[in-house]
């Protein structure tokens, strides 16, 4: 193993600011690049009056991909080069679970099987699928039939040795992606909530003994193609809840979420930050003093910024938020930015006057 080659100190790059950028609403809006994004990534790598480089980074809710199939996504989008080293997606942080789970997990969410070879990347060891479940019980989810694809990409758990799904006990049920199938989805997250223990087609008698659900984020809206914003991952979290209260004569389940705005997602995007700035730039001396997010959406992004802000020392977390996503202008923010301006481009100019 080589040790990586750290840049030599550069003075046209920005050594005491940085940017980090929400995706949806914010750069790309139902998979093209809104427009003005362009030109702010110019911006930033030296198109400005300065001639100043300003590293930054990516931290999306969004999900379902590898993470570097989805920077070579975004490099297109914007017309720049985006590395890994520079991208956290809303399941990214999840990888630091597989240690604490290494038995079954169930994980939902995302086109095809995707999501399993993702989970299995971050070192999950064995990973099943709504789609292995059905192939094994197509009872289960009464109105849905697996696709021929679907059904060959999933797993043949019974003749791997299972004789029956009861033998199969989930530890942890992980949400990556939105799902493709809510109807069966919901109800297959619910059978293994109300289980005994996590095994698959039991039922609890206290219904207090199912496996911990994490979703990959809590967006009840995102910004789409639509005109309105769509539903997100934080809907079908709401419904989970309600659901299983439903079902349940009234007992509470708790579900847990990563991504933004938790806290620990801003600090694992803060320690990704000094890994690129020290790879990409040669800035290895300490702490950026601003740190710029760029967010559309208040709740996950204006929130996530501002409590990140309030606990970390040392670096300024300034909140901006554009009006090309879920933030309707003219309405009232439930978490109140920094500063508002009309689009991502407007973002880096602010920031780049603000500093210099
Ligand atoms: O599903 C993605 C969405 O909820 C948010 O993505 O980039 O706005 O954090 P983003
Ligand atoms: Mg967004």
Known sequence: VTAPVTPAYDPDVADDFAFAFDIDGVLVRGGQAIPEAVEAMK???????YGI???YIFLTNGGGKFETERCKDLSKQLEIEVSPGQFICGHTPMRELSH???GTVLVVGGEGQKCREVAKSYGFRDVITPGDIIKANSATAPFRKLSEEDAAASRDLLAEGYKSLKDVVVEAVFVFADSRDWASDLQI???VAMSQGGRLETRSHTF???????FSHNDVVWSAAHEHVRLGMGALRRIVEVVFEECTGGKKLTTHAFGKPQVGTFEFATRLLQQWRAQQHGLDDGKVGTVYFVGDTPESDIRGTNAMNAKCEGTDWYSILVKTGVYQDGTEPAYKPRVTVPT???????GIEREM
């Open 189 to 191: 997250i619910m059978d």
């Open 344 to 350: 991502v481009l407007d973002s880096v100019k602010y």
């Open 100 to 102: 604490a789970y290494k």
């Open 53 to 55: 480089r300003v590293p």
């Open 43 to 49: 911006m930033l790598n030296g198109e400005n009056e």
């Open 208 to 214: 207090e003994e199912g496996p911990p659900i994490y």
